[in-house]
């Protein structure tokens, strides 16, 4: 069903100026200066129809992870769809890039939902859509909600738009995958996005309120959080056991369990994507995965269920102490794969140009250099981050091994696959390595390979 908002006058300011996100035209609002390629950290917010340049890599990853869910069935059978939910979609770019960049036979099992409170964004989304609509039509007929009601959905060419609270907009449908990405925290959307998923269903979380999972703001951090937090090398993965920590638990108390699919710190946020089930069995068994990074004087730390009191000091916690990633879904996440999916062919560059998109060689060569770095890493690290593994720092394996100086990342890994074990490249912008080998192993190669062991 069309919508019929084709003939709405367009919203103040349109249409900027243009930006190109993947596969995807952006429109700009004038006041929000042309992104750098690459950007890092927060950005300045301009005003309600602000795009954060600095989350496209996580906007790309959800478009492999939601193309992979699709194509390889892991979520719903291979017949039937995947109702799809960003519950604060701002101006659109997000589910967008879902309806444009997902290949064309797996669209018309991708039900999307625009939802955002702010109708000048929402108004801002509509409108790129409308004039930059997806290749291929795709149009839904309304279904009835949860609690068997008459649905209101008007799809616009395979897009849903909401403008409503985003607590009541997750809880009114089941979906099968539900996106939150809120300005700070997101635990005021926690539970009902919880509620609002499927039995079985996807749960994609972005948390920007770094300070308080990170530890440096301890009061915020306890108060969020209900967690002690240690601000050393181990922060980041702190702070994205911390999140998945919080949301598991909020899930047990609904008799739901938690699967990491892909959990990493990137940048200035913590992004996790979860397979969410509803089982009270599983969900009875939380506090196997709950437990304290206690940092020790023989190995940088080990994970405890229950501090005791002379660790509480050097521990940081309770947190997520399983595995961070699905090994099945992580390794397909390749630069090969994301150039396949999210870049433009040249004949797309000259139709949007056309359009009057302003893209030169050099913003070519910088926006591949973008996708291939949402996905660095991450394939090769996929079995150590699905099981158990040692996370080090680099920079402070010197002290540990008696040495002057850290070897190359790629020197000590190889070293270390060369005896026997695993070891990979951690996506962060610390040099970190996961390895399957104990401690006092890692250190003798550390004395190996550093330049500065004669």
Known sequence: MAGDNQGQSPPSGWPGHLWLEGRTI????????RPTHMPRGPAKRTGPGFLNPAMAPARTRSVLLVNDA??????????????????LCATGVRIRR????????LQQRLRITANDLDQFALDWAKASHQKHPPSQSVNHEPEDD???????????????????????????????????????????????????????GV????????AALTGSSASSQARRYGAKGIVDVYAHDDAVRLLLGTVATSAAR???????????????????????????????????????????????????????PEQVERASGP??????????????????????????????????????????????EYSTRELRRSVRYIADAADLMSREHLLLNLDSLPRWAGVGGAPKVEKLITSLIDSGHCAARVPDLEPLIATDAPFDVVLSHVRKTSPSTK
């Not at 952006?26 to 200066?33: A, G």
């Open 254 to 308: 609904l008799d739901k369990s938690i699967t990491p699919l892909l959990a990493l710190f990137d940048g200035h946020h913590v992004r996790i994507s979860c397979l969410v089930q509803t089982s009270r069995e599983k969900a009875s068994k939380i506090n196997n995965s709950i437990g304290w990074r206690v940092r020790e004087s023989d190995v940088p730390y080990r994970f405890v269920q229950h501090p005791t």
């Open 319 to 364: 947190m997520w102490t399983g595995a961070l990633w699905e090994k099945g879904v992580a390794e397909r996440m390749t630069e090969q794969k994301v150039l396949e999916l999210c870049m433009p062919s040249e004949e797309e560059l000259e139709r949007m140009r056309a359009q009057g998109l302003e893209w030169s060689d050099e913003d070519i």
């Open 98 to 105: 879902w309806r444009n960049e997902v290949p064309g036979p």
């Open 70 to 87: 699709l194509q390889h069935d892991w979520l719903v059978r291979a017949d039937q769809s995947i109702r799809i939910l960003d519950a």
């Open 26 to 33: 952006v429109h700009l609002l004038d006041e929000q200066t």
């Open 146 to 200: 949860r609690y068997g009601s008459n649905s209101d959905q008007v799809f616009d060419n395979g897009l849903d738009f909401r403008n409503k609270d985003a607590r009541i907009a997750m809880i009114e449908s089941g979906f099968q995958w539900i996106d939150l990405d809120p300005f700070g925290s997101p635990v005021q959307f926690l539970d009902a996005a919880l509620q609002g998923l499927s039995r079985t």
């Open 203 to 210: 749960l994609e979380i972005t948390a920007t309120d770094t």
